[in-house]
């Protein structure tokens, strides 16, 4: 049995990701309301993994989520890529013409802003999660309110499905991090199959500091699929980089990590795994 902390409620994406990738596992799913309380719970029990959305490929990264991985001192150890596809629905006895509210996640909101503008009598709100919100409506029994979620959370809860598919762009998937706690992290990973790794750093605010780390990273042929910055808190025009490398030989990476290492301030493993190679 593997324990995974996951953020949101039941038909979530994070649990479809979860399930798909511990598919030959028997998965025990612990559901949070915040992304700190999924944290929260590996640090409190070294047997808990979880699984974590790190960017959309239409919303972009989820910065706080950067921030939470590295203060945590927990490793990657493995991702998930999904492909997201909302619906919008309502209580069996509603329809287009008794609801006037449409609840979800800000990020799938903003996912579904051209399909919400041709239906300007639905009024946005945001919620905590997007199954949570059908979860909500279908139990309190909400009369005139929609949510969107994926279709099969729908469906767990009874809703009627009004339209699916109402994404605005088709090709929409998320990515996702499996995380453990560093003491586990040998158990669940295979450095055989390692071909990727994330990273975290800071530099001298000096001229040309990046492109030397980013220089070398090419001499070394290691290719840079991922950089985001952020902001360090305190220190004005100062960044932490986050950045996602692949690699074909794992030796040459591991020479790159230590050339670099002397031209940075601070630097972080967050964890070396296989490349999710799910087609898009």
């Known amino acids: 049995m593997v324990k995974i902390a996951i953020q949101g409620f039941e038909g979530c994406f994070h649990e479809m990701a979860a399930k798909q990738y511990f598919r030959n596992n028997e998965v025990k799913l612990i559901y949070c309301d915040t992304f700190e309380q999924v944290f929260h719970n590996i640090e409190k029990d070294d047997g808990t993994m979880a699984l974590v959305a790190i960017e959309n490929t239409i919303a972009g990264s989820l910065l706080h989520n950067y921030e939470l991985l590295c203060n945590s001192g927990a490793t990657v150890v493995g991702e998930k890529k999904i492909h997201i596809s909302h619906s919008i629905c309502c209580l069996p006895e509603d329809s287009w013409e008794t609801i006037h509210e449409v609840h979800s996640h800000p990020v799938a909101l903003m996912q579904c802003r051209k399909y919400l503008e041709s239906h300007k009598q639905l009024r946005a709100v945001e919620a905590a999660d997007t199954a949570g919100a059908a979860k909500h409506i279908a139990i309190n029994k909400l009369k005139g309110q929609a949510a969107i979620c994926n279709a099969d959370a729908a469906r767990r809860f009874g809703m009627k499905i009004l339209e699916e598919h109402i994404e605005d762009n088709k090709h929409n998937y998320t990515r996702f991090l499996v995380i453990s706690p ?76 230590d050339a670099v290492k002397p031209l940075t301030r601070e630097f972080m493993n967050l964890g070396e795994y296989k490349d999710d190679t799910t087609e898009q």
């Open 182 to 257: 560093k003491e586990k992290a040998n158990l669940v990973s295979n450095q055989e199959e390692t071909n990727k790794a994330s990273l975290a750093f800071t530099l001298s605010h000096e001229r040309g500091s990046l492109s030397k780390v980013l220089s070398i990273f090419s001499f070394y042929g290691i290719n840079l699929t991922k950089i985001q910055s952020l902001p360090i808190i305190g220190h004005e025009w100062e960044y932490m980089f986050y950045i996602d490398l692949t690699f074909d030989d794992y030796k040459l990476y591991r020479q790159s990590i």
